[in-house]
């Protein structure tokens, strides 16, 4: 349908322009269909569109083959970006956190440090989250503090998205105290969490074994209207890893009533331990 439209607008005579051509693009990147995405990036590239709508139409791009895990492409089409200084902060976000994911800390560093004197990047702190995020996959806990520390001095009012990885740094320290404190500092300063932030309270709160904390994290999420599908299925995994089987059942069952349904991986650990319990009470008997 969207390719008959556009047909029609040649058909009329009319020339498509910057909005049009990343509609296109956009509608091939969210479906993956690299070939078709390829494919009217390069009819971009080759229209008079001006730098803003090639520049959008090349990060898509970048964004699906760093979402479908091509990983060497994109880096590949992100250089090619960054040696025509047509790569923005949403490119760079775009790689720091596909590289975080691949848990290549020392990419994620190499490439904030290109990129952290750009002036045109404006506000920094998405770069520094990122760095956090990178050593906090790869249990470098102390770097990552120093990166936290760092942004303390630059940013002068750090958003939520940083004290969420404040909360990951002491989760992994297995610092309770540490992340009550972060939670105060979030209401005192009067910042709205985010899904995220609640998500990660409960994979740490859980990872302490403070499921009634889990619990009332999820509940404040529900009131805000931010319990997620993602933030239902950390409190099952809890659970789980606490080998709690009633409890991540009751969890499943108010996740479902919610609207949610578990991703496979998760119903299948679930079922191990339901069927671990099993043959232990069965052995015991």
């Known amino acids: 349908g969207a390719e008959r439209a556009f047909k029609e607008i040649l058909a009329v005579g009319l020339q498509p322009n910057g909005f049009i051509m990343t509609n296109m693009v956009m509608l091939y990147s969210n479906l993956n269909l690299e070939s078709k995405v390829r494919k009217w990036v390069e009819k971009a590239m080759m229209m008079n569109l001006g730098n803003r709508p090639v520049q959008i139409c090349r990060t898509l791009l970048i964004k699906m083959l760093a979402r479908t895990g091509d990983s060497v492409a994109a880096e590949n089409e992100f250089n090619k970006l960054w040696k025509e200084n047509s790569a923005d902060i949403v490119v760079v976000i775009t790689i720091m956190n596909m590289y975080s994911k691949l848990k290549q800390a020392d990419k994620v560093i190499a490439l904030f440090e290109r990129a952290k004197d750009r002036d045109d990047f404006g506000n920094k702190e998405s770069l520094y989250n990122l760095v956090m995020d990178a050593l906090c996959r790869t249990g470098e806990i102390e770097r990552a503090k120093m990166f936290a520390t ?7 009012n750090p958003s939520i998205f940083f004290y969420t990885q404040l909360i990951k740094i002491h989760g992994l320290e297995y610092n309770a105290k540490g992340i009550e404190q972060v939670v105060r500092v979030v209401r005192d300063a009067g910042l709205r969490p985010c899904t995220e932030f609640y998500n ?3 994979v740490y709160q859980g990872l302490l074994g403070n499921f009634e904390n889990a619990e009332a994290c ?4 529900r009131r805000n209207n931010l ?21 991540a059942e009751r969890a499943r069952d ?3 009533a919610a609207g949610f349904r578990l ?4 119903r299948e650990r679930l079922e191990q331990l339901r069927q671990s319990q099993r043959s232990g009470e ?4």
């Open 218 to 221: 999820l509940e404040e999420a």
């Open 282 to 285: 069965l052995s015991l008997f």
């Open 150 to 156: 760092e942004v303390t001095r630059v940013v002068p």
């Open 227 to 247: 319990a997620s599908r993602k933030v239902w299925t950390s409190l099952v995994r809890v659970y789980v890893k606490g080998m709690k089987l009633e409890s």
């Open 263 to 266: 991703d496979d991986r998760t």
């Open 254 to 256: 108010r996740m479902e």
């Open 200 to 202: 990660t309270l409960v």
